[in-house]
């Protein structure tokens, strides 16, 4: 065998064993949702858990702030947010969960320099900002459903690695195990107020303060 050939064998058993590994992160979580009784409560389960799986990695960079006192949210992302069909269509995705939201206006916006021993650096330069006005939202469980909403209208649909099952009152999730735990995605269920898997519902998530998400700033 010539030494190209041991060479191309070598690479190909490293793609192998590297694909090999990648599907023994892949695991299944069954999540026994006894309150998804319904079409929008089995939206709002399915968009908590997309955006845990999906929402959280898929190459889009995005952040979000909530104001309930004002009813805003803030919503930083790409250029594409200047599209009027992409605002309709995060318009149209919070709506399904039982919210109406208007975007009210989207502009550049780039989150503070960074200072670092090289100097300062902007870590986000082409960040946009659509302000989202929703004025039923009063809850953290509200702010995390809407923002979930969000989440979905990112990604652009369902995604195959979450399954709902309302006859069984069920979620089935595929996740990689590197970047989630079962427990997450649990929690993500519940902080949009549906007991998950006997974790029971909550009104926010641990990182939001006592009276809401964190405030934007304007």
């Not at 995390?144 to 995604?159: E, H, L, S, T």
Request: charged share 25%; proline share 5%.
């Amino acid at each position: 065998m010539t030494r190209r050939h041991v060479l191309c064998a070598a690479l190909l058993g490293g793609c192998i064993l590297a694909a090999a590994c990648r599907r023994s992160d892949v695991r299944t979580a069954v999540i026994d949702v006894p309150g998804m009784s319904d079409a929008t409560s089995v939206r709002i389960v399915t968009n908590a858990a997309l955006d845990e799986v999906v929402g959280q990695y898929d190459g889009i960079q995005n952040q979000y702030e909530v104001d309930l006192t004002r009813k805003l949210v803030l919503y930083h992302e790409s250029r594409r947010l200047l599209s009027p069909e992409y605002q309709r269509r995060v318009e149209a995705r919070i709506l399904e969960v039982g919210f109406s939201a208007r975007v009210l206006k989207v502009q550049l916006n780039p989150p503070p320099v960074v200072l670092t021993d090289d100097g300062p650096i902007q870590m986000w330069p082409d960040r946009f900002t659509a302000m989202i006005s929703v004025p039923d939202m009063t809850s953290n469980t509200d702010a995390n459903i809407v923002v979930d909403a969000i989440a979905f209208a990112r990604i652009g649909g369902d995604d195959p690695r979450v399954a709902a099952n309302e006859k069984a009152r069920r979620l089935v999730v595929r996740y990689e195990s590197l970047h989630l735990s079962i427990k997450s995605l649990e929690h993500a269920v519940a902080c949009a107020g549906f007991e998950a898997n006997n974790t029971p519902a909550r009104l926010g998530r641990d990182d939001s303060i006592p009276d809401g998400w964190t405030h934007v700033q304007l």
